[in-house]
């Protein structure tokens, strides 16, 4: 299959990496929105500019869109949804059902296939709650997240005066987590869940105190949480903080039997060195699936959720039941 | 849907208790070998004779099979799967593309849709094998059973002269777990991966010593593994071990990053207080994807990996991507 990357931040240089890792996939190129000469990526791969890229309709079988939620996705998919085959990893839990009918509508007119918030949250976790919740129907399940790198927390305290740069780890409480798993289906508060570390980069001469308060105070963000605050220099942030690890638990408890005496615990868990290679990876097993439905004619929007699991394996039925099953 | 269950042991008592947890699930009654007015259901559901099953094809959304793999199922879904929607647990893992065929063969004669191999192993950790291998291909996959109740072993010990009664438990081994997890893909032997418990109940003045051995040297059951033999009393063996707990973990770690310089952990556990009534909750989820396939008109033979997720939910697909994405 044929893959393009529109957008060439982390996401798209982890799809370009995962494309060297899967053999029935091959990178036609990356589409970015500056100037392609100045950009110059990891394997090589060409680089074209994302103004052109309908000109490649016909060329990409499955076109990936690596840019944020925010204010990229909710634009880009529906726009190149009648064009191509696409996925995204839009990841605003909230505004999906309407992201979805937008980009229904624009691949069902164009006759194409999209997939919509593919990834490991939304993506691998929501399978893991949908799969639990429909077998385990009197139960509970919980999310947690980390110990990671949240990126918009991390920019969130970047933009507070006197900051060069920060990292922030979204951590879980383990005593929660241990009260989950044991099945005590406990109602959390959010900081009972989780606890947030911030490193932080001061500008020189900057008011650390000031610094502090602005981050444990910022509603949404912080304010809910117990966070901790180190100062440290750019040099230890780049030594120490260098990588974007992620990862988190999904864990449902529930009870089955006619007194609803027995108990079962399902637990799905993440540790990830990379979270946007892995995120890529995801991806690149998703556009597989992306390639072979719009193959049989399908068309419309997507979700993880209606996928087949074996669309996404390269090795074919009758082995996937030989090996796998 | 009408769910009916054929062969009323530990299985399908469990999807009689299932079918009281799923508000859109209903038992048409009970199919057994035995002499109906000889059984008595735990909920009061009717019992039929298995012999006049088939008077009931137009009364039955799915019929589950909750036979042995052994003897029973390789039959008894072949033989059903002309007639009615059928699912059966079927876990003799090297004998399921012969069993798929035969079922295959038999559904699409009759127009009808049968699942084989329903459950958690098979079943939702083939799943989780299938989707961390499509994600991860540059890794490898570890799967490690228990604590639990090996109902196989278990008999296999009762079969020995002098004993009375028996249960076995197989373990998995703390350290070979630690090394998957660490992402060092280690070459385990089945004597690193699992350890057995039994616990003997033996007749009155048999040879321990004997029976000890027996146990010990037995080829493909225990010779493999480190195994532990404690003799105990019937009303201790009752008291402290009549319960069929299991439970287990799939984990696979693999690379990526140009140089494969990240590391990754998918880990899926499941811990199980009663491993009928979770493999039958597992069976009756499974039950509304078949009815809903079978709705649309499809006929032949899946497994799970054939099962969009969205179809083990009784929520609709806008529920869910609102709620559960």
Sequence with gaps: MKIAVYGYGNLGKGVEAAVRQNPDAELVGVFTRRDPAAVKTLTGAKVFSASEVKAFKDEIDVLILCGGSATDLPETTPALAGDFNVIDSFDTHARIPEHFERVDAAAKKGGRLALISGGWDPGLFSLNRLYASAILPDGADYTFWGRGVSQGHSDAIRRIPGVKDARQYTVPVPEALEKVRAGETPALTTREKHTRECFVVPEE???????????????????????TVSFLTEEELLRDHAGLPHGGFVIRTGKTGLEKEHSHTIEYKLTLDSNPEFTASVLLALARAVDRLAKRGETGCRTVFDIAPADLSPLSPEELRARML
Excluded: H, Q, S, V
């Design 205 to 227: 001469g900057a008011d650390l105190a000031a610094i502090e308060t602005a981050i444990k105070t910022m509603p949404n963000y912080f304010a809910d949480y117990d966070t």
